[in-house]
């Protein structure tokens, strides 16, 4: 079994920052592609931006300039810098992970954490 691990949400105004983290942990051989999602009430969950094992990053253009995503292979995590935050990136922030628990196979595997909240209020 794999675990993701999110932390690092809470509270901010509008033009702060967060940083989010995500720690995999569990019979897991490698993972592939890391990434954040998002989901605001009333919304369905859409990307937020996703990092390949080798170092490739894609953005949701609405975050394209503020957020920076990063990782460790080292030690299965990723990150989610969150620069000049506005009310609309309000929302629950999952980490999503495609695991290879079997070196044999390498077939990948989804895996999704239990979420972190961001508000971003004044």
């Known amino acids: 079994q794999v675990q993701l691990v999110e932390s690092g949400g809470g509270l901010v105004q509008p033009g702060g920052s967060l940083r989010l983290s995500c720690a995999a942990s569990g019979s897991l051989f490698s993972i592939n592609t890391m990434g954040w999602y998002r989901q605001a009430p009333g919304n369905q969950r859409e990307l937020v931006a996703t990092?390949?094992?080798?170092?490739?990053?894609n953005y949701a253009e609405s975050v394209k300039g503020r957020f920076t995503i990063s990782r460790v292979n080292a030690k299965n995590t990723v990150y989610l810098q969150m620069n000049s935050l506005k009310p609309e990136d309000t929302a629950i922030y999952y980490c999503?992970?495609?695991?290879?628990?079997?070196?044999?196979?390498?077939?990948?595997?989804?895996?999704w954490g239990q979420g972190t909240q961001v508000t971003v209020s004044s």
């Open positions: 990092i390949s094992r080798g170092g490739w990053t």
């Open positions: 999503n992970a495609a695991v290879v628990v079997d070196p044999f196979t390498s077939n990948e595997y989804d895996y």
